[in-house]
């Protein structure tokens, strides 16, 4: 069974870049039948999807981000990372690593969530 | 960029039964959507509870079921429970991303 963990810094500086990671465990990046995917929640407020990868480098952003945006897959193939350049407090959010399922008889299921972490944009 | 509408909030009595629906402001939601439906409790994070329209996964209650119904997607709650009260999220696919829905506040009164 899949397991998530977020990581990064708690605060980021406005203009600055947010940097998170997110530790896999129990299964594959290197597996196709997964995404590794980022979404983001500001506090009291909906959930937002900020973009995925797929094992085979393939990367889709959010249109409202995606200027700002890159997600990567790290050496070791343990980790996934977001970066959010130019942040502002409107970036201030807990951010989740998500699992995005894919099974070839009925389709996609976004199944495995990390814990969530908080960021907060502030000088 | 799409806009996914649903219900703001919506009230069930304890046993009842509810509806809560998802719509594209592209048209009709179908299957190539794939809608996906999530609970979220206060302080957790979401959790899946129907994938792909209408399949549950292993953790999901039998009272919770998905559908496609009148060009959006639904999510049924049967024989409602306290627990069930929530904030309900859709997911859907579309123009190369995904696009949540602002959510339903499920109250159980």
């Known amino acids: 069974q899949v397991q998530l963990q977020e990581s990064g810094p708690g605060l980021v500086k406005p203009s600055q870049t947010l940097s998170l990671s997110c530790t896999v465990s129990?299964?594959?990046?290197?597996?196709?039948?997964?995404?590794w995917t980022w979404i983001r929640q500001p506090a009291g407020k909906g959930l937002e999807w900020i973009g995925r990868?797929?094992?085979?480098?393939?990367?889709n952003y959010n249109p409202s981000l995606k200027s700002r945006v890159s997600i990567s897959v790290g050496t070791s193939k343990t980790q996934f990372s977001l970066k959010l350049s130019s942040v502002t407090a409107a970036d201030t959010a807990v951010y989740y690593c998500v699992t995005q399922s894919y099974y070839s008889d009925s389709g996609h299921a976004f199944d495995v969530w990390g814990q969530g972490t908080v960021v907060a944009v502030s000088s | 960029q799409t806009v996914v509408t649903q219900e703001p909030s919506l009230t069930v009595s304890p046993g009842g039964t509810v509806t809560l629906t998802c719509a594209s402001s592209t048209g009709a939601v179908t299957s190539g959507y794939y809608p996906n439906w999530f609970q979220q409790k206060p302080g957790q994070a979401p959790r899946l509870l129907i994938y792909s329209a209408n399949n549950k996964h292993s953790w999901t209650p039998a009272r919770f079921s998905g559908s496609l119904l009148g060009g959006k997607a639904a999510l049924t709650l049967s024989g409602v429970q306290p627990e069930d009260e929530a904030e309900y999220y859709c997911l859907l696919y579309s123009g190369g991303g995904w696009v949540f829905g602002g959510g339903t506040k499920l109250t159980v009164l």
């Open positions: 129990g299964g594959s990046i290197g597996s196709g039948s997964y995404f």
């Open positions: 990868i797929h094992a085979s480098g393939s990367t």
